[in-house]
């Protein structure tokens, strides 16, 4: 398990390693915006792909930071990859994820 901290500003990610203690979110140095701890399954789009940003950007904003979310079968949920499929996904597993 790992951890990760977005600053969504500047479209940069940090890799905070497996130690538990370390797992806090900080301001980003460049933009000193708070970053926002997500998942280690969070795979980072190209700094070019604004759609990309903007998809995980979206996720992020409604609490889905990445962590493992299971339906109804408690089958594990892969993450939409176009923003059609994350508003539905969004409606759909709110419930899901505490804000
Ligand atoms: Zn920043």
Known sequence: MGY??????????EN??????????RKCPISETDMIFVNQ??????????????L????IHHGFVFQRITDENQAY??????????KLFVEKYKH???K
Do not use: H
Request: proline residues 6%; contains cysteine; charged residues 35%.
């Open 4 to 13: 990760k901290n977005v600053c969504l500003n500047c479209k940069r990610v």
């Open 16 to 25: 905070l390693g497996t130690d538990f203690n370390k797992f806090k979110t």
């Open 41 to 54: 399954k969070f795979r980072p789009p190209k700094k070019t792909d604004k759609k990309g940003w903007q």
């Open 56 to 59: 995980a950007a979206f996720l």
């Open 77 to 86: 949920l892969s993450y939409p990859k176009s923003m059609e499929e994350a």
């Open 96 to 98: 899901k994820v505490k």
